[in-house]
């Protein structure tokens, strides 16, 4: 299993980035996929979520209405568009999938939102 994130940077407050998730090394349109971010000096916490057929998707209060999660099976990526950032989205995102009892972890990509 190989999760690459890529997508991030250096945003405005009020600005907008998409991160990217390539998976390969699974069958990836069986598995729900999930965007975790992990903050500097705090725990890893789960952001998103999107069931296997894209038909549902969960998101963690705090970005509710401003991030989107998505998912195209043809390209095995899944997507997470990031609105209206604010500077306490700052932190490292990480895409993950959980296969049985193993879960899979990218390398993260580095999100800051500063002016």
């Known amino acids: 299993v190989r999760l690459v994130e890529s997508g991030g940077g250096l945003v405005q407050p009020g600005g907008s980035l998409r991160l990217s998730c390539a998976a390969s090394?699974?069958?990836?349109?069986?598995?729900?996929m999930n965007w975790y971010r992990q903050a500097p000096g705090k725990g890893r916490e789960l952001v998103a979520s999107i069931s296997s057929t894209g038909g549902s998707t969960n998101y963690v209060d705090s970005v509710k209405g401003r991030f989107t999660i998505s998912r195209d099976d043809a390209e095995n990526t899944v997507y997470l568009q990031m609105n209206s950032l604010v500077p306490e989205d700052t932190a490292v995102y990480y895409c993950?999938?959980?296969?049985?009892?193993?879960?899979?972890w990218g390398r993260g990509t580095q999100v800051t939102v500063s002016s």
């Open positions: 993950n999938v959980v296969r049985g009892i193993r879960s899979h």
């Open positions: 090394g699974f069958t990836f349109s069986s598995y729900a």
